[in-house]
């Protein structure tokens, strides 16, 4: 939006505003002008504050105003106070709304920005309950237990989710990481081996193809690691000469500890 037409856009709600000033929804817009235009955000949530003491029963008000301080927290704004408030937002938009998928989701994301997890893992747990048919929430908790080293639990979110999409190769990366961990050397091969056929299928059509070449390297480094676990050299030894052929260092490294180069 030109500024003339953000400025003529601003004076008609001023006027919206001037004629009716309980008009709730001429200061939602006007607080989402501004922030699309205005260097001073706090400008913007000052409008939306106001439309959310003329109405307090607009979830759209409190997810709308979450969002803006969700997004001033990544740029230094009182950082951890301002994701707890865009919490509390969407925590009220649920209360409102109690039966909103994507509000739940929203709070997943802002929960885990603010270093949060067991949190989210609520919010998937109810966002499953309302949507089981949805690989997402699957994967995201699958995530979270794995971090906190509760493999069995993880494998049957991975293994959920796969079931629900089985073209997303991080699910098979994932599972594969809990398998070896849980010393499933067998099982983690398989799903490395499948990652690797769908990382490649993605290379072929992504412009993001140094992100998949990284993967890459990874996978196979961590599928000739499991493969040295079940004393397979020659296997092992084929995957770390393509980790490294891929760009991975470690590559190297591993070839001159397992394979003699």
């Known amino acids: 939006m030109e500024y003339r037409e953000f400025e003529g856009a601003v004076m008609d709600l001023d006027m919206a505003i001037e004629l009716d000033p309980l008009n709730a929804d001429a200061y939602y817009a006007r607080g989402r002008l501004k922030f699309?235009?205005?260097?001073d955000k706090n400008e913007a949530l000052r409008d939306i504050d106001v439309s959310i003491r003329?109405?307090?029963?607009?979830?759209?008000y409190f997810v709308r105003r979450a969002e803006y301080k969700a997004y001033m927290a990544k740029f230094g704004f009182d950082q951890r106070l301002m994701l707890e408030s865009a919490i509390r937002d969407m925590s009220f938009a649920i209360y409102i709304d109690p039966d909103d998928y994507e509000l739940y989701k929203s709070r997943s994301k802002y929960n885990k920005e603010l270093g949060d997890p067991l949190a989210a893992v609520e919010d998937y747990n109810k966002m499953i309950d309302m949507r089981p048919d949805l690989a997402g929430p699957y994967s995201e908790r699958g995530i979270i237990k794995?971090?906190?080293?509760?493999?069995?639990?993880a494998i049957e979110d991975f293994t959920r989710?796969?079931?629900?999409?089985?073209?997303?190769?991080?699910n098979y990366r994932f599972r594969g990481l809990c398998r070896h961990n849980s010393v499933d050397y067998?099982?983690?091969?398989?799903?490395?081996?499948?990652?690797?056929?769908l990382l490649y299928n993605e290379y072929l059509i992504t412009s993001d193809r140094i992100r998949i070449q990284r993967l890459l390297a990874d996978t196979y480094l961590k599928r000739g690691v499991a493969?040295?676990?079940?004393?397979?050299?020659?296997?092992?030894?084929?995957?770390?000469?393509?980790a490294y052929e891929l760009g991975s260092r470690k590559g190297r490294n591993f070839m001159r500890k397992y394979c003699g180069f």
């Open 146 to 153: 794995m971090h906190y080293d509760d493999y069995g639990s």
């Open 161 to 170: 989710s796969i079931e629900l999409n089985p073209e997303k190769e991080e």
């Open 227 to 242: 493969s040295t676990s079940l004393g397979n050299t020659l296997n092992a030894c084929d995957d770390f000469r393509r």
């Open 186 to 197: 067998h099982g983690a091969i398989e799903d490395y081996s499948q990652a690797i056929i």
């Open 54 to 60: 003329i109405n307090p029963d607009e979830p759209s």
């Open 36 to 39: 699309l235009t205005l260097k």
